[in-house]
């Protein structure tokens, strides 16, 4: 028989050719699948979103200085009563406590976008949104506009509060070489009126200051913080002497609050008694005009029961007058 006719065998696919085959369907199958889960795995995180998911909270409110006539004794300018850092600060802790799933034991970046002053009735308006543990918070002030489209609500402060309790810190040591001071309400170091005169003694050094509050002396009503307590807090401040820790500050300015870094709670203040005050000189941030930093303690015995960190802004009278004048009601 020649070659030619001879029968060829039949041909058999290659192992290898078979073996890939077998694999690119596997991993085509295992695909499918993992694609299946993750698909399964976004539908209940989607879910689960929904499920948690919390509207964000709004409260409406007036300040009206002919009904708030405490108001009337705060007024860094002669003529314009202005809601204090601290009640803008209590304000907010008690809009996050509306929404918060616990106690608010804690403020961070409390910071005022402006001043707010209340010649008239105002009125405003608090949100809380984010994290129930953690919210979000703001406060803002209806602005009034000749032209009604171009009236509005103007973001005063924001912050983020915290249910988280907070560890208390250790009482400052004593000043070394505080000095008592005069009675600031009477000296005019403050223009504070009664409502808001709580402190009952002061001392000064060259790293701090401390003082005594008297619980019971002043009127400022408080949703959460006591605001009365915390603003005279800061009367023990050289607010017009701050060269005494800032070596250089040019003469003719005064410390008003700015920002709290962070203002913590630890047990509520009292609503009568004395509280101890305790300020310390942190230095000055970094920022291209350093700002004074001052870290604050409010204690009974060696306890701690609130402490803040505040950074202050230094202004001349001529500029205070001229915000106040630049922002009517």
């Excluded at 005069?182 to 401390?210: D, E, K, M, W």
């Amino acid at each position: 028989m020649s070659p030619q006719a001879m029968p060829r065998a039949p041909r058999l696919p290659s192992p290898g050719v078979a073996a890939t085959a077998t694999a690119e369907s596997a991993i085509i199958e295992a695909h499918r699948r993992i694609t299946g889960l993750h698909q399964q795995f976004l539908r209940q995180q989607e879910a689960l979103t929904r499920l948690l998911a919390v509207d964000p909270l709004v409260v409406d409110d007036v300040l009206d200085p002919d009904v708030d006539t405490w108001l009337h004794d705060h007024c860094p300018h002669p003529t314009v009563p202005v809601l204090p850092m601290m009640c803008i600060a209590d304000r907010l802790a008690g809009i996050a406590a509306g929404y918060a799933d616990g106690p608010v034991h804690a403020l961070r970046e409390v910071t005022l976008r402006r001043w707010l002053p209340v010649p008239r009735r105002v009125h405003l308006r608090g949100t809380a949104t984010g994290p129930r543990h953690a919210p979000s918070v703001t406060l803002l002030r209806w602005r009034e506009a000749s032209d009604p489209r171009l009236s509005g609500f103007d973001e005063v402060a924001t912050a983020v509060a915290t249910t988280e309790a907070p560890v208390p810190p250790v009482r400052f040591a004593p000043l070394a070489d505080a000095v008592p001071v005069g009675n600031p309400y009477r000296t005019a170091t403050v223009f504070h009126g009664l409502s808001f005169q709580y402190l009952s003694s002061a001392s000064i050094g060259t790293a701090g200051a401390c003082g005594t509050l008297d619980a019971a002396r002043g009127t400022v009503p408080s949703a959460t913080l006591r605001a009365g307590l915390l603003d005279a807090a800061l009367h023990v401040l050289p607010h017009r002497e701050l060269h005494r820790w800032m070596f250089g500050l040019p003469a003719g300015r005064a410390a008003f609050p700015h920002r709290l870094a962070w203002l913590r709670l630890y047990e509520p203040l009292p609503a009568a008694g004395f509280v101890d005050v305790e300020a310390r000189f942190a230095g000055t941030t970094g920022d291209p005009h350093p700002l004074p930093v001052i870290d604050v303690q409010l204690c009974t015995g060696e306890r701690v029961l609130v402490d803040f960190r505040l950074v202050a802004v230094l202004v001349t009278a001529d500029q205070l007058s001229a915000y106040l004048a630049a922002r009517p009601a």
